[in-house]
């Protein structure tokens, strides 16, 4: 059958109750990031059909797939815009945009489904590629067509076509995708000198260093190998470019945390300490975890599968994971968050027999989106990567049904050179399935099929794992940039829940960095061996050559393992819900990782040498203490115009504009929302889930992160990060006996290097965090159960190198017994109000300290950092205030943390739209700046109903408590140290100025 | 009559409210079961087995092409007959957000008494431009034929859309659709007195959060059987999921007032079927 290319475009009516929305929300959008004022943007949609359907036949059905005769106008075969009728003015500019080939076209994919069902017969090469077309009219002088398709697409993933006035309207034409040419599996000489070894690491892309290399050299020279492989008809003495790119895949930094376990010999030029640490990974994370897990019941799993898993109750567990998406996000914000969120759901699907993730948190960190500075090149402004990485969130959660219930948003100028993008998900499973397996336990054994499931392999997405391992530079690739797709991967998971509960699956993980070589190679450790063949994998185009299709990241995959008994149930399955399911791989018990293309071995490998062949590394660490200029308080201030400015700054600042675009209720089981309160704009600290229909047993999930920590005591950052997380937990009233966490550390490069002649430092700040984290999560009883970290977050060399500030994000999830029985931050009338814990003189690196340093009112923002010396007093404390909280006679608490006291009343305040008037002075060596500004850890902020409160005081009898005041009636707070009033501030005035900053979508109409 | 009418809760391709709708048929009385939509496509499963049918809201097929629109075809060329027997039967329909939005794409709403699945009305981008999810207060028609909402004044509950606009041709089509009292429920400001809330003129943002005419939140058939919102009256099902449900003191009530829409139709099922 010949094939046609049939254009469709589509675009909203104009006229009573219709508008072009689309086209009105560019024109906002460019009106609130660029001052820029235009007539009227009108939006149109194309489809490139290219089928074996003729255009008559297309046009006939044009409303039944590809337009909505109610609200759009449809053409076949032309241009909207050259109908005079429909767009009458003549536009200014037009710029069309659509994808480039090869990059996921996920309105394509869906709409030719839709194409499929009206014509079965469209033949079995059809594929629809969309673009859109914006056109402006009254177009402000001076701006340029390309400065303006530049704000409306990204050159790495989309092509863009323009036109101006008087000029052919601006056409895009369907873009075959260049076919790519096979090649054969390569053998690769070793025989080589260092240098040349390094040259191939290096050019190669591998990552790996010398004397990984050399380790490598050294299994092609041993002679047992030698003979194995002439065995299997196999290049006796050297590798296949198979093998050691599934090498370099599996040793990259990403996947073997080279860093976490490397040995280091640690010097101390404060205290004069020299010691050797034989990895940071085991002395300070999996052996304290280990210990703890001999004292309780409910640590299932930790550390070995994709999340770490714990028992909730008798009938169900639950699981956590985070990870970043950073290099991917800072080329491509949208598909690199959205790569992020749905990746991070597949490591909860993948955990034991699959678990339903149920919940999705994200923390970001951005430079500032008002930077006005330079921005270095290849690098986004900050408000375009805020706006990209929240709608690739937004649609990877929301099309996923995962609700969004906790985050945050952290700005520093560094973080210009990498974004950081965090994104996390809790899951829910059964503790056993119908057959009586525990469900949080993998069990293949060999002769077991393994199945790919979902997606096919492209050639997007090779060299993702070494890419993360490398630092940012303009020749990064742009393979390594995937956009997701949340359908394909929202019905595996549907299929896969229901293989999971009919008992056929007995392994399973999901494809991320290093793909099959990764997901296959660690699964056949189970059972000592697997046999894959590669010519029976899906491909997205033919001619990907071996290694690519063993290491290709392309999105949307599942391993599964599956007996071979259940093979006809789980391949119904599949067909069911029109998911791709294909037989690519057995596993065996040879010992060997073997995989063949077709009829030919390309690659065997002893799954010892791949998985635990590679080297430790030697670091050198050496802590001297940072001298950062001394933040000292200006002699006298009127402190209310400084709590409205402090209310604005993005840091404090209000995100709902943000956060209401994620849905954080689907499910039904959000207890806690991000806002609340009377006006549901108040803050929220932790989220608060039930996740069984018609039950109040809970779950908690809280995040703590304070980067700027660091520049004083990395250390103190990383207890900061824990504290937080705990404090939030405690307001929404946890169960601190069953809470656990997860480590997740960004940080820059911490090897010493021409590149990095600061790593010794860099490398001592990882210790002291990583010795902080331990000791405040054994005084928490805080079991860490799963991390993930990224360690070379830099970006350029030299005088322009950016090195992100090192930073942990430690997010905590946890047992509620009763989530009727919880908090919120917003005042309710009638409330007295007290503070939980102490307020030290610690404003070192505060919010403060940063605003005064950048209105140039103060030199600097050094001095003492938040430390928290007895976090035993602390958790007797939270304890205390858990328990109240569970009797119900408590409904308001607040962390204090950015911007102290002062700042935490104040959000207090707008969410009830309550006044309130507090004293500060009290007991405690800080002063007033301390008190009111300071950021002390172990601090809550509590509401008590008046005639709750001598219950609440014998609650909290022995723990350090003190009262600060009353809310009243009216909508002023006042803040007063002793006789003295210092703050004075409307409640209304508190809210524009908190909700105002970071408001940046240009209106609501 | 049936004592526990048996409930089919559609799901995949982006489906993602089907577990909290079958949960909350389940609390109202019914057996539930979530039915893949291939199932009925492929024939291996009858729509007759079932007395009520549920479309849950979600992403079906990402929403690409238009909210609902691809669901929408698949029901409306494979399922047609089951559909049509369905209605005939005098069975109740609930399609919520992206059910709502499949529902009106069949034409099965507004509809006719006899579905000849001709699409009448569209839901469309909200004004904002934005995806949001917030509480909402609803008020209903109590004249209206509607039987999933007999008895209702007033409830909250939340949206979560980017496509909820209601639209229709005319401003006369919306007339007749007023005359017929299948404008079910809209959309009304929470300081009105109950049962007082409604009124034709737009209300602003975020009262009405995505700039419907006439604050359509919900319309029905003219059989009053098969019914859809945008708003998510089974995310509303407990106490504790109302965003003030921390503002008093300790409600140790946990079914709250979003479950009477669930209730109405399995007493309906119940005394009729």
């Known amino acids: ?1005 | 009559m049936v004592e526990t009418p048996k409930v089919a809760v559609l799901f995949g391709f982006g489906i993602n409210c089907d577990r909290e709708t079958a949960a909350v048929f389940e609390l109202a009385g019914a057996v539930s079961e979530r039915v893949h939509v291939n199932h009925f496509v492929n024939g291996d499963r009858d729509l007759s087995e079932y007395h009520i049918l549920a479309v849950p809201g979600g992403f079906s097929f990402g929403d690409h092409l238009g909210s609902g629109r691809l669901l929408g075809n698949r029901m409306r060329f494979a399922m047609r007959e089951q559909l049509t027997a369905f209605v005939a039967a005098g069975k109740p329909i609930i399609g919520i957000c992206n059910g709502f939005q499949v529902l009106v794409k069949t034409g099965l709403l507004p509809g006719k008494e006899v579905p000849d699945f001709e699409q009448r009305a569209s839901l469309t981008l909200n004004n904002s431009g934005r995806y949001e999810d917030r509480w909402v207060t609803l008020e209903f028609d109590p004249e209206s034929p509607c039987i999933w909402t007999k008895g209702i004044t007033r409830i909250e509950c939340p949206v979560r859309h980017g496509e909820g606009r209601f639209v229709m041709p005319a401003s006369s089509d919306l007339d007749a659709l007023d005359a017929s009292n299948q404008i079910v429920t809209r959309y009304v400001d929470p300081s009105t007195e109950p049962g007082k809330g409604i009124t034709d003129e737009t209300l602003p943002f975020p009262l009405c959060p995505n700039g419907s005419i006439r604050n359509i939140a919900g319309i029905c058939d003219p059989t009053g059987l098969v019914f859809g919102l945008m708003p998510h009256p089974e995310a509303a099902y407990a106490t504790f999921l109302h965003p003030h449900h921390t503002r008093s003191d300790v409600n140790e009530e946990i079914l709250a007032e979003g479950m009477q829409i669930f209730r109405n139709a399995v007493e309906y099922a119940q005394a009729n079927l």
């Not at chain 1, 050179?417 to 469900?439: F, H, N, Q």
């Not at chain 1, 609440?952 to 007063?976: P, Q």
Request: include cysteine; aromatic fraction near 6%; glycine fraction near 10%.
């Open chain 1, 1 to 1005: 059958m010949p094939s046609n290319i049939v254009r469709v475009e589509t675009t909203p009516k104009i006229g009573e109750g219709m508008r072009d929305v689309r086209g009105d929300s560019v024109k906002r959008q460019l009106a609130a990031d660029h001052n820029i004022e235009i007539g009227s943007v009108r939006s149109i949609v194309g489809f490139l059909i290219d089928s074996e359907i003729d255009s008559t036949q297309v046009n006939e059905r044009v409303d039944d797939v590809f337009a909505d005769p109610i609200i759009e106008e449809s053409v076949t075969d032309c241009l909207h815009l050259d109908n005079e009728e429909l767009f009458s003015e003549e536009p200014d500019m037009v710029v069309t945009i659509g994808f480039k080939p090869g990059v996921t076209d996920n309105p394509g994919k869906a709409a030719l489904d839709g194409f499929k069902t009206i014509f079965p017969n469209a033949g079995e090469n059809a594929r629809v590629s969309t673009y859109i077309t914006y056109s402006f009219t009254s177009v402000p002088d001076g701006i340029d067509v390309d400065w303006l398709s530049k704000q409306l697409h990204n050159g790495l993933i989309e092509r863009a076509i323009c036109s101006l006035k008087g000029e052919a309207s601006a056409k895009i034409e369907y873009s075959p995708v260049e076919p790519i040419e096979y090649t054969a599996p390569a053998t690769i000489d070793l025989e080589i000198s260092d240098e040349e070894l390094m040259k191939l690491s290096e050019e190669g892309l591998l990552a790996l260093n010398l004397e990984e290399m050399q380790t490598i050299q050294a299994h092609y020279r041993d002679p047992a190998i030698r003979a194995a492989r002439a065995e299997v008809g196999l290049p006796e003495n050297a590798p296949t470019d198979v093998e050691l790119e599934c090498l370099a895949q599996t040793w990259s930094e990403h996947c073997k945390h080279k860093i976490f376990a490397a040995h280091i010999h640690h010097v101390d030029t404060e205290t004069g300490e020299d010691t050797e640490i034989d990895s940071l990974f085991k002395t300070h994370i999996m052996n304290p975890t280990l210990e703890m897990k001999e004292e309780v019941d409910w640590l299932l799993s930790v550390f070995h599968d994709n999340s770490g898993v714990i028992a909730w109750d008798d009938d169900w567990s639950v699981c956590m994971k985070a990870e970043t998406h950073n290099s991917p996000s800072a080329l491509d914000p949208y598909g690199g968050a959205m790569t992020g969120i749905v990746g991070v759901n597949r490591d909860i699907m993948g955990t034991g027999l699959g678990a339903r993730p149920i919940a999705n948190t994200d923390v970001f960190c951005f430079g500032p989106p008002n930077w006005e500075g330079d921005l270095p090149d290849n690098l986004f402004h900050p408000s375009r990567v805020l706006r990209g990485v929240h709608a690739g969130v937004r649609v990877g959660g929301n099309e996923s049904g995962i609700p969004t219930v906790n985050g945050a948003i952290v700005f520093d100028d560094r973080y210009i050179g990498k974004p950081l993008v965090y994104c996390g998900t809790i899951g829910l499973m059964p503790r056993r399935l119908a057959d009586g397996r525990e469900s949080h336990e993998k069990n293949p054994q060999p002769g077991d099929r393994v199945y790919m499931v979902g997606g096919r392999v492209g050639y997007d997405g090779i060299h993702g794992a070494t890419f993360s391992s490398l630092e940012l530079t303009e020749e990064s690739p742009s393979s390594a940039v995937q956009i997701g797709d949340p359908i394909t991967q929202k019905k595996m998971l549907d299929m896969i829940l229901e293989a999971r509960d009919a008992g056929l699956i007995t392994c399973i993980t999901d494809n991320g960095a290093g793909g099959l070589s990764s997901s296959i190679g660690e699964m056949a450790e189970y059972t000592n061996g697997c046999q894959i063949d590669l010519g029976k994998v899906p491909l997205k185009q033919e001619g990907l050559s071996s290694w690519e299709i063993l290491v290709s990241e392309s999105q949307e995959r599942m391993t599964v393992a599956v007996k071979e008994s259940d093979v006809p149930a789980f391949e119904a399955l599949a067909d069911l819900h029109e998911v791709e399911a294909t037989w690519v791989a057995d596993f065996t018990n040879t010992g060997l990782f073997h995989v063949i293309h077709g009829e030919d071995a390309v690659a065997s490998l002893p799954i010892e040498f791949l998985h635990d062949g590679v080297p430790q590394l030697k670091l050198e660490s050496e802590w001297k203490k940072p001298e950062p200029t001394p933040f000292i308080p200006p002699v006298s201030s009127t402190h209310t115009p400084l709590l409205l400015e402090m209310l604005a700054r993005p840091n404090i600042a209000s995100k709902e504009t943000w956060v209401r675009q994620y849905d954080h209720e689907v499910i039904a089981q959000t207890a806690i929302k991000p806002f609340v309160g009377v006006e549901r704009d108040g803050p929220g600290d932790a989220g608060l889930l039930a996740p069984i229909h018609g039950s109040t047993r809970g779950l908690v999930v809280s995040n703590g992160i304070s980067p700027r920590y660091s520049d004083i005591d990395a250390g103190a950052m990383a207890a900061a990060a824990v504290d937080e997380a705990v404090r939030n937990a405690v307001c929404a009233g946890v169960d601190l006996s069953k809470v656990a966490g997860l480590d997740n550390f960004c940080w820059p490069d911490p090897i010493e290097s021409n590149k990095t002649p600061d790593g010794r430092f860099k490398l001592a700040q990882l210790v002291r965090a990583n010795r902080e984290l331990e000791r405040i999560c054994r005084a928490y009883f805080v079991p860490c159960i799963s991390g993930k970290d990224s360690m070379k977050n830099d970006y350029g060399s030299g005088e322009n190198k950016i090195s992100i500030p090192p930073t942990l994000l430690f997010s905590l999830f946890g047992n509620h017994p009763d989530v009727r029985y919880t908090t919120t931050s917003d005042l309710k009338p009638g409330e007295s109000l007290y503070l939980v814990g102490e307020s030290k003189q610690e404003l070192g690196a505060s919010e403060l300290a940063f605003m005064l340093k950048e209105t140039g009112v103060v030199e600097g923002i050094g001095g003492e950092a938040p430390q928290l010396p007895t976090p035993e007093k602390n958790l007797q404390s939270y304890k205390a205030l858990t328990k109240a909280i569970q009797s119900g006679i408590v409904r308001t608490a607040h962390d204090c943390s950015e911007g102290g006291v002062a700042v935490a009343i104040a959000e207090m305040c707008i969410g009830g739209r309550c006044g309130a008037a507090i004293d500060i002075d009290g007991p405690g060596e800080a002063d007033l700046w301390g008190r009111l500004w300071g950021e002390s850890l172990g601090r809550i902020l509590v509401g008590v109903k008046q005639d709750n409160r001598a219950e609440f005081l014998s609650m909290m009898k022995g723990n350090a408590l003190t009262y600060m005041g009353e809310t009243i009636e009216g909508d002023n707070l006042s803040i007063w140290d002793g006789d003295d009033l210092i703050i004075d501030a409307n409640v209304d005035d508190m809210v524009s100025a908190w909700k105002g900053s970071l408001d940046m979508t240009g209106g609501d109409q």
